[in-house]
C-alpha cells in the first residue's frame, strides 16, 4: 500500500453537517455510541494542572493518529480527554509514509511518525477541532449527556524535529497561529452550516493552544534539544515540555527489561542508536539546566516519558525498518526509568510524595488496568495510543474514567490531589519509597508482570477462513472502531437489497490513510480498507484513486453515484442500500 492518497480532510461546513446528520439519524457523533460519552460523577473531580492551566480530566490523546484531524479530536473529547496532544508537525510536510504503517496484532509498532497533512492543513485542523468542540459544548443534544459543565480541555501542540526547521517561517506561523487564531476563527465562522446557525456568532477562544511538546524523536543531538527548547519559551513566550526516550535507561538495562525480564526475545534492538539518543548524566544535566531557564524566563518546564523504541523491523508486514515499539513493553521502560529520574534528582519533579516543579507527562501503555495506578505516581496526564487503536477505539475511554473514578471512590477520595497523598502512603506502608517504586515493581516481579510480558501478549487475534467481500461480513464493527480518522461506518442491509448481512460496511475514502489497523484487527482474509466500498465526495481524489471507489452526488435529495470501472457493476445495489432510511454520515 505505499503511496497511498493523501489524506483529504473535510470541510468545516461538511464536518458539522455530517455530526447534525448522524444524530439526527443514528444518534451518534463520528459513530460513538451514546453509551461511551463521558459525563463526570458530581462528587469526584479528575481535574489536573498542565503547566498552569487546568484540565478536566487527567488523559488524552497522544500525539499520533488519534489527534491529528478535527474528527479525531471532536471525539476524544466526547469520550473524556481533556488534554490533547496534537499531531507533532514539522516544516517537511510532504514526507511520503509507507503502507501500512501501524501494527498492532500484539503489543505495538508503527513506522508513523510525523503529521500526514500539510502544516497549513494541520493548522485549520487544530482551530476547527476547537471550534467544534466550543459549539457542541453548547448543542443541547450533547449537553444533556456530558453535563452542562464539561469542564476545560488543553490543548498541547507538538513541533519537531530540528530547530532549523521550526525557524522557519512555515512553523513559526503554525505556532503564532495557535497561540492567537483569530483570523483563521474569523475565516472558518461563516463555514458553520445552518443546523448549528445559533452558534455563529459566540466568542470562541482565540488561544487554541500555548503550550509545546517538543518531539525530540531518536537521535536528536543534547545540545540541539535545548537550543529548540529555549528558543520556543523566547520566541513565542510557550511553555515547554521536553519528550525523552526510554534509550536513556542505556542498552544494557533496555536489554535486561525487554528480553530477559519481559520475555520479548524476539524483539531486535540496534545498540548504535543508543549512544546518537541523550544519556542519562547528560538528561539529568539538561533538565536541570532547561529547568532553571524557564524560571528566568518566567516559563514553565516539563518532561515527557516517553517516545517511542527504536527496533529492528523483523516482521516485514509493515515496509519501514527501523520500526518503533509502545504498548504494554513500553509501560515497563517508561516507569522504569521515572524512578531514575526521581532517585537521581529527588524533588525536582512534579509527581506524588515530591516537592518539585517539572511537569511529567505520561505516554506508554496505558490501559484502564493501569490508568489508576499511573495517575496515582503523580504523573499528568497519562496520554494514550495504542489503547485506542484497539477494538472500541475512542468507547475506551469513557470505561478508564469510569474505573478511575470509582477506584477513587472506593478509596474514599474525591480529587486527584488525594488519590495522589492515598497511593503515596499505601506505597511507604508496603515498603516502598513511592507510588512509582511500588508500581515499578509490581510490573517488573510481581502480580503484573503477566499484563507486560509476552506470555500475556503473544497471544493472536481470532481469524475466520473467509475471503472478505465487498458486501456482507461477520459484522464484527471492529474496523469501525479501530479507525482513528473514524472513515468507517455501517448501515442496515436493506430488506430488498439481497444482500447477506444484517450491516454493510463503507468507508469516507478521503479521510482513509491506509493505516493498516483495520485489516490487523478484521477476523476474514483480506483488507476493509480496499475491499468494501471506498465512497469519494472529492471528484479530484475519485479521480486520483486506484481500484474500486464510487464519487457521490446528490440529486433532488437522493444520492447517486459515479462509479470507477472496477466496481460498475456494483453500482445498483450501493444506491440501493446508501439511499435507505437510515441514511449514511456525510454532510452533504
Not at 126 to 140: C, F, G, N, P, T
Not at 171 to 177: Q, R
Request: proline fraction near 7%.
Amino acid at each position: 500500500m505505499a503511496g497511498a492518497p493523501d489524506l483529504t480532510p473535510y470541510s468545516f461546513d461538511a464536518l458539522l453537517g455530517r455530526v447534525a446528520h448522524e444524530w439526527q439519524n443514528r444518534r451518534r457523533v463520528f459513530d460513538l455510541p451514546t453509551a461511551r460519552f463521558w459525563s463526570p460523577h458530581p462528587e469526584t473531580d479528575l481535574s489536573m494542572d498542565f503547566l498552569g492551566r487546568p484540565a478536566a480530566t487527567p488523559v488524552g490523546p497522544a500525539a499520533g493518529p488519534h489527534s491529528q484531524m478535527a474528527q479525531n479530536i471532536v471525539l476524544g473529547w466526547l469520550a473524556g480527554a481533556r488534554l490533547f496532544e496534537l499531531k507533532t508537525v514539522q516544516v517537511l510536510d510532504d514526507l511520503e509514509i509507507g503502507r501500512p504503517c501501524i501494527d498492532m496484532e500484539t503489543i505495538g509498532f508503527n513506522i508513523e511518525w510525523s503529521q500526514e497533512l500539510k502544516v497549513r492543513e494541520s493548522l485549520e485542523e487544530y482551530v476547527k477541532a476547537s471550534m467544534a468542540i466550543e459549539i457542541l459544548s453548547r448543542w443541547d443534544p450533547i449537553r444533556e449527556l456530558v453535563g452542562p459543565d464539561p469542564g476545560p480541555h488543553v490543548f498541547d501542540m507538538s513541533v519537531g524535529y530540528d530547530l532549523e526547521g521550526i525557524k522557519t517561517d512555515t512553523v513559526a506561523n503554525f505556532i503564532d497561529s495557535l497561540a492567537n487564531a483569530s483570523n483563521e476563527i474569523e475565516r472558518l465562522r461563516p463555514m458553520i452550516p445552518k443546523p448549528f446557525a445559533e452558534f455563529r456568532d459566540i466568542d470562541f477562544p482565540t488561544c487554541v493552544a500555548d503550550t509545546v511538546t517538543v518531539s525530540t524523536f531518536h537521535g536528536c543531538p543534547p545540545d540541539e534539544i535545548e537550543a529548540i527548547a529555549k528558543h520556543l519559551m523566547t520566541r513565542h513566550g510557550l511553555d515547554v515540555i521536553i519528550k525523552l526516550n526510554p534509550t536513556l535507561l542505556g542498552f544494557g538495562d533496555v536489554v535486561e527489561i525487554l528480553q530477559e525480564t519481559l520475555g520479548y526475545e524476539h524483539i531486535r534492538l540496534n545498540r548504535h542508536v543508543f549512544p546518537d539518543d541523550l544519556l542519562f548524566e547528560r538528561g539529568v544535566e539538561l533538565i536541570s539546566e532547561l529547568r532553571e531557564f524557564a524560571r528566568q524566563q518566567g516559563r514553565r518546564f516539563g518532561i515527557k516519558l516517553t517516545n517511542t523504541l527504536v527496533v529492528d523491523n523483523d516482521k516485514g508486514w509493515m515496509p519501514d525498518d527501523p520500526m518503533y515499539l509502545s504498548g504494554p513493553p513500553l509501560h515497563v521502560l517508561a516507569t522504569t526509568l521515572l524512578d531514575e529520574l526521581l532517585s537521581a534528582m529527588p524533588d525536582v519533579f512534579k509527581v506524588a510524595g515530591h516537592t518539585g516543579d517539572v511537569q511529567v507527562t505520561f505516554s506508554a501503555g496505558v490501559t484502564r488496568e493501569n490508568l489508576s495506578t499511573t495517575v496515582g505516581m503523580g504523573v499528568a496526564p497519562a496520554t494514550l495510543s495504542s489503547d485506542l487503536l484497539k477494538p472500541g477505539g475512542y468507547g475506551r475511554l469513557e470505561p478508564m474514567l469510569r474505573k478511575l473514578t470509582g477506584d477513587m471512590r472506593a478509596a474514599g477520595v474525591r480529587n486527584l490531589a488525594d488519590w495522589h497523598h492515598y497511593k503515596w502512603l499505601e506505597a511507604r506502608a508496603a515498603g516502598y519509597r513511592g507510588p512509582v517504586e511500588a508500581h515499578m515493581r509490581a510490573i517488573l516481579d510481581g502480580p503484573e508482570l503477566e499484563l507486560y510480558s509476552y506470555a500475556g501478549n503473544q497471544k493472536k487475534l481470532r481469524r475466520v477462513d473467509h475471503e472478505l467481500q465487498m458486501w456482507g461480513c461477520v459484522a464484527c464493527n471492529f474496523c469501525v472502531t479501530v479507525c482513528p480518522n473514524d472513515a468507517f461506518f455501517n448501515i442496515s442491509t436493506p430488506d430488498d437489497s439481497g444482500l447477506d448481512g444484517r450491516q454493510q460496511y463503507m468507508v469516507l475514502a478521503e479521510l482513509c490513510n491506509e493505516c493498516g489497523n483495520c485489516m490487523t484487527f478484521c477476523p476474514e482474509d483480506g483488507d476493509p480498507a480496499q475491499v468494501k466500498p471506498k465512497l469519494f465526495l472529492t471528484k479530484e481524489r475519485f479521480d486520483m484513486a486506484e481500484g474500486q471507489g464510487f464519487l457521490l452526488r446528490v440529486e433532488n435529495g437522493r444520492f447517486d453515484v459515479v462509479s470507477k470501472p472496477e466496481s460498475e457493476s456494483e453500482t445498483v445495489r450501493l444506491i440501493s442500500v446508501i439511499n435507505n432510511e437510515e441514511g449514511i454520515p456525510v454532510g452533504v
